[in-house]
């Protein structure tokens, strides 16, 4: 076996490892009113990046948003719908908002770490329809957000029901991580095939 192959095959195997080993799982989310429930011509448009630790048992949201016809009045993350990317379902997290989130603006930036562990995390519904406690809540918002199942939904002023959403979902394998993986199939390949 060449070192260039071991030195690959290492490699390829230690970003496998890497993965599996995380606490951390992130989430990615386009905002928009299209997504909305009804859709809505806003030209409004956001972004957002949702990180639960496990380990630390933490949710972090990241997002930002701008052109939003009214004014934030609210925002906060729905969880669970029946089906992946589509429908409706009850606000999970802080009502009637997210602390700290940008109020009365048509643009702004978030970011925030939340305590899933305390109960002010979370809508006293959500936790008493998830088992009752904290740790079933966030395993449950957790796992919906992995599904696809939850979504981020900020509310304004021209649009009471929510002018902008976006469904979590899982980001897609980059394109490196997946070359490499080809290439170091093809070199195995080849090496079976000379010897």
Excluded: K, W
């Excluded at 918002?141 to 900020?154: C, G």
């Excluded at 029901?161 to 390949?189: D, K, N, Y």
């Amino acid at each position: 076996m060449t070192t260039f192959v071991r030195y690959l095959t290492f490699s390829i195997a230690l970003c496998g490892l890497a993965s599996t080993s995380q606490a951390a799982i992130v989430l990615n989310a386009t905002l928009n009113g299209a997504a909305e429930a009804p859709p809505n011509a806003s030209a409004g448009f956001g972004t957002a990046t949702l990180t639960f630790d496990d380990t630390l048992q933490t949710m972090r949201l990241q997002a930002t948003f701008s052109n939003l016809t009214g004014t934030v009045t609210a925002a906060h993350i729905h969880a669970s719908t029946l089906v992946p990317l589509t429908g409706t379902a009850g606000v999970a997290t802080q009502l009637p908002s997210f602390s700290g989130f940008p109020s009365g603006v048509t643009s702004g930036n978030y970011d925030n770490t939340f305590d899933m562990s305390l109960a002010a995390s979370y809508n006293p519904a959500y936790i008493t329809a998830n088992g009752g406690t904290t740790a079933t809540a966030y395993a449950a918002l957790r796992d919906a957000s992995v599904a696809s199942r939850s979504y981020l939904n900020i509310h304004t002023s021209a649009f009471g029901g929510g002018e902008i959403r976006g469904f979590f979902a899982v980001p897609e394998p980059s394109g490196l991580g997946l070359g490499m993986l080809l290439l170091g199939l093809t070199v195995r390949h080849r090496q079976r095939r000379s010897a």
